[in-house]
């Protein structure tokens, strides 16, 4: 059912085999959260259930050690509520929780100013860092690869459709009763 490999995840964490006996806060290791921002969506209405459970596991293994690592950016500050460990929000913090510490930081000024501000406290605190790969060696060439008439067509063709597609997405978000991230629905159309 529904939640049971979170179940078998705990129990396979907690499980004390001289005791024989599955004791949730026993556990203390790492839990590493590769590809955390797939838990980004914790904010969202509704809650993805990839956040719901990486928020859980966090909750239900309370000393553990967590560590979040992806190579996705934080583009929007509601993305980093599943990151409760961070220790930006909770006990021992200025934030009672997410919602008090996202209101403060979007009270400092600008979007993209605030979350360089973040980062840049992040680092300082020893709880953030990030690396980018050089291109030091690379070598690129641009070719050009001349179309058939087929594939040429074939291409029109593809657009015209992304083109009907983008107008009815358009016309559906027009109707007075549709509900749902604008954003999301159009990064989706993007990103397709």
Same mark, same amino acid.
Request: negative net charge; charged residues 25%; hydrophobic residues 55%.
């Given at each position: 059912g529904k939640g049971k490999r979170l179940e078998d995840i705990i129990s396979w964490l907690t499980y004390d085999k001289q005791k024989e006996v599955t004791e949730d806060d026993s556990f203390d290791g790492c839990i590493v959260f590769d590809e955390a921002h797939k838990a980004k969506n914790l904010c969202a209405d509704p809650p993805t259930t990839t956040g @719901?459970?990486?928020?859980?596991?966090?909750? =239900?293994l309370p000393r553990?050690?967590?560590l979040y690592c992806s190579a996705t950016g934080v583009s929007d500050l509601k993305q980093m509520s599943y990151a409760t460990r961070l220790g930006l929000w909770g006990p021992g913090t200025n934030f009672q929780n997410f919602t008090s510490f996202r209101y403060s930081l979007e009270q400092r000024g600008?979007?993209?100013?605030?979350?360089? @501000?973040?980062? @840049?406290?992040?680092?300082? *605190?020893g709880c953030f860092i990030a690396r980018t790969l050089s291109w030091d060696g690379s070598e690129?060439? &641009?070719l050009k690869a001349p179309l058939t008439p087929e594939q040429t067509a074939t291409y029109? =063709? &593809?657009?015209?459709?992304?083109?009907?597609?983008r107008t009815e997405i358009k016309? *559906?978000?027009a109707m007075p009763d549709m509900k749902g991230s604008h954003t999301m629905i159009w990064s989706q159309y993007w990103s397709a």
């Open positions: @719901l459970m990486v928020l859980e596991l966090q909750d =239900r553990g050690r967590v600008d979007g993209v100013g605030a979350m360089e @501000l973040l980062a @840049l406290e992040m680092k300082q *605190a690129f060439l &641009s029109d =063709r &593809s657009m015209g459709w992304w083109q009907v597609v016309a *559906a978000l």
